[in-house]
Each structure stands twice: as structure tokens, then as C-alpha cells.
């Protein structure tokens, strides 16, 4: 796979602070019969011991078709933030943490700001939230 875009989704679960990630990736193995986790990466919160961090999770090999959007995962790469973006704001950190990732993908990949997306824009669904600042975010990548 030679990706040409980006494509931002939200998991549309609570972040709790416990992983969720290998739940997400039962989920679409288990579940959905797929051959991994959709995505190729990730981030999401992580609370152990009194500290919090946001932290990046890996998916699906960079070099391999994802399962995140339909009629465009043979040419782009799945970035998902754990959240429910439609309920909350997310905060700074969690933003700027994935951001990290998306700009180097841009970077590895020459994918252009103007081929970063919002899921919503390939399927009827609002992700990655109705609440997520998308102007905000493309800030960041600039």
C-alpha cells in the first residue's frame, strides 16, 4: 500500500484511563472477523499508579490496507482517538499527541494537509465528533 490521505475517526467509546485499545482490537478481530485492529494507529489516555498520559498505539502495519473506511482503505492510513468526541471536547493534549503521528505519516508518506480528513466526510457518521475541533486540529499539522 502506497497511502495518499489520512483519515481521522474517534472510537465513539468513553476514555476511561484503562486501555481500551485491545478492546477495540477484539472488537474488530473478534466481532467483526476482521484480520486486525482496523487502524493503523492510535491514542488514548492511560492512568496507572496516580499518573495519566496520552499515549500513541499501534495498529495495523503502515504498509498494510486497514479497515477503517470503506473504498478508501487501500490508499490511507486510520488514525483513531479514543473518545466519544460527540459527547466531550478533547482536550489539548490528546490532540496535540496524535497530531505528533499524523504529521509525521505527512511527513514519511508526502500526504498533504489538504489530504488529511475527517471520517465523516467518506460515511454517514459525524466522526470524529460533532464536538471535535477540526480547524483546531489541521492548526496543529501545519
Request: one cysteine or more; a negative charge.
Amino acid at each position: 500500500m502506497n497511502p495518499t490521505k489520512i483519515i481521522i475517526h474517534h472510537s465513539l467509546t468513553k476514555d476511561t484511563g484503562t486501555v481500551s485499545w485491545g478492546a477495540i482490537r477484539t472488537y474488530h478481530t473478534i466481532d467483526l472477523g476482521w484480520s486486525d485492529i482496523g487502524y493503523h494507529a492510535g491514542c488514548e489516555l492511560v492512568v496507572n499508579k496516580g499518573n495519566s498520559w496520552y499515549e500513541i498505539l499501534m495498529g495495523r502495519d503502515w504498509f498494510t490496507s486497514g479497515a477503517h473506511t470503506r473504498g478508501h482503505n487501500h490508499d490511507s492510513l486510520g488514525f483513531c482517538f479514543v473518545g466519544d468526541y460527540d459527547e466531550c471536547i478533547p482536550v489539548d493534549e490528546i490532540l496535540q499527541t496524535g497530531a505528533s503521528v499524523v504529521r509525521m505519516w505527512m511527513r514519511l508518506f508526502n500526504i498533504s494537509i489538504h489530504r488529511v480528513h475527517r471520517h465523516a466526510e467518506f460515511a454517514d457518521k459525524s466522526c470524529p465528533g460533532i464536538m471535535f475541533p477540526w480547524s483546531w486540529f489541521l492548526e496543529m499539522l501545519a
